[in-house]
């Protein structure tokens, strides 16, 4: 079979709509809302081989800013791998990466992406190599504070948010930074999840689940101790995670990070997690 590879779909709304519709049919994702709303920029770039105009398969490209340990470091996420069902079996995955990889050679410090169990023996052929990540926990009780929901699909509430992200996590040891975009593309994914307090200027994205509060990240400058940051935002919840590495470990409990995907990072770059207690940010994951 023939297929035509094209580096981008964003402006070709063809290709767009099938990109779409194969993310829709293999992940269960919707870009659309994103993508209307004017979320997609250069930071996410879909190489895809297609059809007769039909996208059949996708690995994206994403350029990320990371600031670690105080130093700016560049890096490279791949993600979005996917493949029509009935074009399976035929190289495609292979044939993407292995353009991205030639394209991206020596423009970032390194290379890294997120594989869940069914394909880990897959990577490990374009010389990229298992790492590990860490969860921090720390009990948490209710505390003062002002936190309300945040209604992140308004024109308010996106200013509040753009304005904070900004600032980016004053808490955080390896943070994502000027990618606003991915931080949408979460929120429409889970809403309900973003809490602004108006005496800190502080936004934090979390989530609730029985005793615990998830807490993916944090925006603003409190002039609190994170602690009290979250005991702000507690309800009832006993625990707290957090979807980032705290820049103070403090009294965090540090345990193997698990869960569905496993990082891989390409041999030859940087692997910030090596040699370090990190996570990529939970929110971070494209």
Known sequence: ????????????????????????RVFGLSFADWYAAGWWGDRY??????????VVSCAAVNPMDFRLEGRRRRYIQIGTVMTDPGFRGQG?????????????????DGVYLFAN???????????????????????????????????????????????????????SSFSMED??????????????????????????????????????DIFGHPGRP?????????????????????AEAGDWAVTPLAGEDTLFVLAGGENPCAGRRLRFPSLSHA
């Open 1 to 24: 079979m023939t297929f035509t590879l094209y580096k981008q779909v964003r402006e070709d709304d063809a290709l767009r709509e099938s990109f779409m519709d194969l993310a829709r």
């Open 45 to 54: 770039i879909p190489y895809v081989l297609a059809q007769g105009g039909r």
């Open 92 to 108: 495609l995955a292979r044939r993407l990466l292995e353009e991205i990889l030639a394209d991206w050679q020596g423009k970032a």
């Open 117 to 171: 169990d069914t394909v880990l023996n897959f990577y490990s052929r374009f010389g990229f190599r298992q790492a590990a990540e860490v969860q921090y926990t720390l009990p948490v009780s209710p505390g003062p504070g002002d936190f309300v929901l945040l209604d992140t699909g308004s024109p308010a509430g996106q200013e509040i948010l753009r304005r904070c992200y900004a600032k980016s996590n004053p808490f």
């Open 179 to 216: 990618n606003l975009g991915l931080i949408m593309f979460w929120c429409g994914c889970l809403p309900g999840c973003a809490y602004y307090s108006p005496s800190m200027d502080t936004v934090v994205l979390a989530e609730r689940e029985g005793d615990t509060l998830f807490c993916h």
């Open 226 to 246: 994170l602690g009290e940051v979250l005991a702000g935002l507690c309800r009832q919840e006993s625990r707290a995670e957090l979807g980032f590495a705290p």
